[in-house]
């Protein structure tokens, strides 16, 4: 590992114009990071890396970086580019090890995160250096959200998870595990005991339906449920996932590692409009999954499910157009089906709340600070934006930090500062 780090970042060209840097969501100074780890800095590569990021570490494993950073290195262009997630995840993970400071929080200044998902987190860190008294109510009883209950452990290592959580600790940051926002502690109660501002973030853990025959039968299962913990679920010999996304991907590898011996993805759609990261579908299929193309589930019952093939072309709007070819109705038999078709937000907070307001599919609605419509409260990650990459989620909780930070200041303290 540290060999290919070493030889990796000896083949960066230092560009004066690094393209790497423009296609990283939160700009990381790849060339400045490379540059300092060759000159034996790599404390101060860590720190550049956290302070730009503090989920650096994560991003490191689950970043789609082929399209990002990497998929944007000029050294792609007529060979390979530099592989920065594995120098990115060695500096981190050097640097997470150090010794975390505990930092001068004012008690005057208490922010209140609701969940510790990718957005919470970033909050989280950035935040309680600048001074805020920070709390984290999580609703499980484990730091993550998503990153915790969402991604296999062959994907993330929740160990890395842990050494957030006491780093995070040591800082000073407070966190109130199994606590739920909404039906019992409320926002008014948070507001009543002295927290300046609110953030939510509780991410997307909804699971969407497919509006099917036999959809609550027995053998049949949502992905976002079975990933929380895969240890709970029986799921015999066949496994069919309906669903064409990296959800369904860690679905089906997570099942083959846990004993299934066939897991079929169906997928409506084509191979080329796979939702999911071609990196994943070709590990899918390392792992032995296999695939049923341009194929809709019509109906599940007690043995299995029946499906249709499809046809599939474009719009004058270059939309997709599904039609169903008659006649083509088969049965497939399996022991257990999931269905992996998205999430969306749940409503604790929201129906609880007066003042926040919510789109069509129940996303909170903020402003392009991360001011939601009720006031002192703000939010970003996925129960904003829907299902989106770690990275994203840090990009706009970095602008949600500044916009909190100038709310609190300009709010209660401008006076003090000016007397």
């Not at 959800?247 to 590692?257: E, H, N």
């Not at 083509?328 to 992996?340: G, L, P």
């Amino acid at each position: 590992m540290a060999k290919h780090v070493i030889e990796e970042a000896k083949r960066c060209l230092g560009c004066k114009k690094p393209r790497c840097v423009e296609g990283c969501p939160v700009s990381t100074p790849i060339p400045q990071v490379i540059d300092m780890l060759l000159h034996g800095k790599i404390r101060e590569a860590g720190e550049v890396l956290f302070n730009n990021n503090p989920l650096s570490i994560i991003c490191a494993m689950v970043c789609p970086h082929e399209f990002q950073c990497e998929g944007h290195c000029i050294l792609g262009n007529k060979g390979m580019p530099i592989h920065f997630s594995s120098i990115e995840h060695y500096i981190s993970d050097y640097f997470l090890n150090l010794e975390a400071e505990r930092q001068v929080t004012d008690p005057n200044k208490k922010v209140a995160l609701i969940g510790s998902g990718p957005a919470g987190l970033t909050l989280a860190f950035i935040l309680v250096q600048r001074g805020y008294d920070i709390t984290i109510f999580e609703a499980y009883e484990k730091i993550g959200g998503i990153l915790q209950f969402g991604i296999p452990d062959f994907r993330l290592p929740k160990p890395f998870l842990d050494r957030i959580q006491k780093k995070l600790l040591k800082m000073g940051v407070k966190i109130r595990p199994n606590t739920l926002i909404g039906p019992n502690l409320t926002i008014d109660d948070l507001k009543r005991d002295g927290y300046k501002a609110i953030f939510i973030g509780t991410g997307v853990w909804k699971p969407n339906k497919l509006n099917i025959p036999g959809e609550s039968l027995g053998h049949v299962h949502f992905a976002i449920d079975y990933l929380k913990k895969p240890e709970a679920y029986n799921l015999g010999e066949t496994l069919y996932v309906i669903g064409a996304g990296n959800v369904a991907m860690d679905v089906a590898r997570t099942a083959l590692r846990r004993g299934v011996q066939e897991a079929i993805v169906v997928n409506r759609l084509g191979e080329k409009e796979m939702t999911a990261r071609p990196y994943e579908v070709e590990y899918a299929r390392l792992d032995g999954v296999q695939f049923l193309f341009n194929t809709s589930p019509k109906k599940i019952v007690d043995d299995g499910l029946i499906c249709c093939s499809n046809e599939t072309s474009r719009d004058e709007e270059d939309r997709i157009v599904i039609k169903e070819i008659e006649g083509t109705e088969t049965f497939y038999r399996a022991d257990s089906v999931i269905v992996s078709i998205s999430q969306g937000p749940r409503n604790n907070i929201v129906a609880n709340t007066e003042g926040i307001n919510t789109g069509v599919s129940g996303l909170v609605k903020v402003d392009s600070h991360g001011q939601t419509t009720l006031e002192g409260v703000f939010s970003s990650g996925d129960v904003v934006t829907g299902g989106k990459t770690v990275v994203e989620a840090v990009k706009y909780s970095k602008i949600v930090a500044d916009s909190i930070d100038e709310y609190i200041q300009s709010k209660y303290f401008s006076n003090r500062e000016e007397q």
